[in-house]
């Protein structure tokens, strides 16, 4: 994986992070693992409030923008305010979200497309 | 009739102001005089402030604005990329600078060094387009070492060349390393990385060189303060009538949008809907309109650049709730010293409109922090200047990158806000 790829990977851990806690979450367990060139992020959340799910499938949701990606990636992991999650969306492939009794898993895939070094 | 409008739709109506520019250009002027006036401005040094009304005329102006917009219209059709919000503001802030700066013959070199930075980390072109539409600021660099420096054409040429396509090959490093530096709360953050390169260039220039970088004619024209006036208003309503065309209900959307901070990276065309977002741009149209007839400001070509850029924006981060306060703060500066002095320059009338920069300032703290913020930042923007030599178009962006990062911090610790308070 190239050195671009894991700063890119680590501050979307960051931000979702970030997201969970400022949102008063603070028990969550976040893996991520490779699968071919591709970034799977598995994130699990107990009790989680219908509105921030909400507000999370509609901003992760989106379709993935590589031409802004490349200009606006470094503010990543920087959320300011409670409802902002705007960068992380352009930054993912695919969201499927489960839940199942109290427990909502999100999983977040994105494919590498830097130059490997 | 339907699928014509549709087609408008998707592309932000950019065709249709390209027609306009275009067939305004020689409504005003003849093929010769055009032709005449057009190559004055190719052959301009470009540094900030060339008003191209004064060197170039009116027709030959809107020619040079129409043909750049043309040239990057193809480029995102060839790309296949949809307009977005920052594929938007790039297009009308290439137009805008075109007034006073930007031609065909400074931009290309630059576009080419971003290509080879593409190429060189391997990835395509068109993900580096936001880059790529915001680059062109620095353009006066290259008109600058060709025909500014009185060097032999064999000499400024290849250094003109050069300067321009390494600019282009380190902006997107640049562009998002400095995009840190204010968090996302300079609109213009390429005008900021662009900035520091132009202050480097400068200070090579007059220290190796003992060039005299504020010598040229900075002379601007307010003859056609009128003919822009009805074009920005026509802009204004064309975008706005757009807008209620498929969606009679579209100022439903509008609260949900200025309810946005418009902190870096806002697509309100992704994030909203095209029809909302082109009711904007126009009210941001109809907002710069107002705040020059209201200062009694004439239109430049700095200035029609200013409000361009303003009603771009207004597809990326800019609204009336975060940007009104940002113009109040700098209109407070700007009255004041027309008070004191008799006159204004033109660089205090375009911050007035270039303030919005920061408007996110004000669609996170506020209306009074806003009113600070855009007072801190016009008092700031003559310094800038002086320290990046005019080379960077976007002198409002450098000085946006400083007063964000100054005092957002500030207000921060101010607020002591701890998550849970914070607004959308």
């Given amino acids: 994986m190239s050195k671009q790829e894991i700063r890119i990977v680590t501050k979307i851990i960051r931000e979702l992070s970030l997201f969970l806690m400022l949102h008063g979450y603070n028990t969550f367990q976040l893996n991520t693992y490779l699968e071919g060139k591709t970034r799977v992020f598995m994130l699990d959340v107990e009790n989680m409030a219908s509105d921030t799910l909400e507000t999370m499938r509609e901003k992760i949701g989106r379709k993935r923008e590589l031409e802004v990606e490349t200009y606006g990636w470094e503010l990543l992991g920087d959320t300011d305010t409670k409802n902002e999650l705007e960068i992380i969306g352009l930054l993912i492939d695919s969201l499927d979200i489960t839940t199942k009794d109290h427990r909502t898993r999100l999983v977040l895939k994105r494919e590498s497309k830097y130059l490997e070094k | ?424």
Avoid at chain 2, 60 to 77: C, D, H, K, R, Y
Avoid at chain 2, 118 to 145: C, D, M, N
Avoid at chain 2, 245 to 258: A, E, F, H, S
Avoid at chain 2, 340 to 369: H, W, Y
């Fill in chain 2, 1 to 424: 009739m339907k699928t014509l409008y549709a087609l408008l739709k998707r592309r932000m109506m950019m065709p249709v102001i390209f027609i306009v520019l275009f067939a305004m250009a020689f409504m005003f002027d003849d093929l010769k005089t055009i032709y005449r006036g057009y190559l004055n401005i190719l052959q301009s040094p470009s540094v900030l402030i060339s008003d191209y009304l004064h060197i170039g005329g009116l027709g030959a102006t809107l020619f040079n604005v129409a043909t750049i917009m043309l040239i990057n219209i193809i480029m995102l059709s060839v790309l296949k990329l949809k307009m977005t919000g920052p594929i938007f503001a790039g297009l009308l802030t290439i137009a805008g600078f075109s007034f006073f700066g930007k031609n065909i013959f400074n931009t290309i070199p630059i576009y080419i060094g971003i290509y080879l930075h593409a190429r060189v980390q391997r990835l395509e072109f068109k993900s580096f387009i936001i880059v790529v539409l915001f680059s062109t600021g620095i353009s006066p660099i290259v008109s600058f070492l060709i025909f500014g420096t009185g060097w032999p054409f064999y000499i400024g040429v290849p250094a003109g060349i050069a300067i321009g396509v390494l600019t282009g090959f380190v902006l997107p490093a640049l562009g998002a390393h400095t995009i840190r530096f204010h968090k996302g709360y300079n609109l213009y953050n390429i005008g900021f990385a662009m900035g520091i390169l132009s202050m480097l260039y400068a200070a090579m220039l007059q220290t190796l060189f003992r060039f005299d970088l504020f010598r040229f004619d900075s002379t601007i024209s307010e003859a056609f303060h009128t003919e822009l006036l009805i074009l920005t208003i026509l802009l204004s309503t064309i975008f706005i009538i757009s807008g209620f065309i498929n969606d009679r209900g579209v100022l439903k959307k509008y609260p949900k949008l200025m309810a946005t901070t418009g902190r870096l990276v806002s697509d309100y065309i992704r994030d909203h809907g095209r029809d909302i977002a082109m009711v904007n741009v126009g009210v941001m149209g109809f907002i710069s309109v107002l705040a020059i007839l209201l200062l009694d400001i004439k239109i430049s070509g700095a200035v029609m650049g200013g409000i361009l850029t303003v009603m771009g924006f207004g597809a990326f981060g800019k609204h009336p709730r975060n940007s009104v306060p940002v113009m109040v703060g700098a209109a407070l500066w700007y009255l004041y010293v027309f008070h004191v002095r008799g006159e204004a320059s033109v660089g205090l009338a375009i911050a007035v409109l270039f303030v919005t920069a920061i408007a996110p300032i004000a669609g996170r703290f506020g209306i009074l922090f806003g009113i600070f913020a855009g007072f801190v930042h016009i008092v700031l923007t003559p310094f800038t200047y002086a320290f990046q030599g005019g080379f960077d178009l976007y002198n409002n962006g450098f000085a946006a990158g400083f007063v964000a990062a100054i005092l957002v911090p500030i207000f921060e610790f101010i607020r002591k806000d701890n998550g849970k308070e914070m607004s959308s």
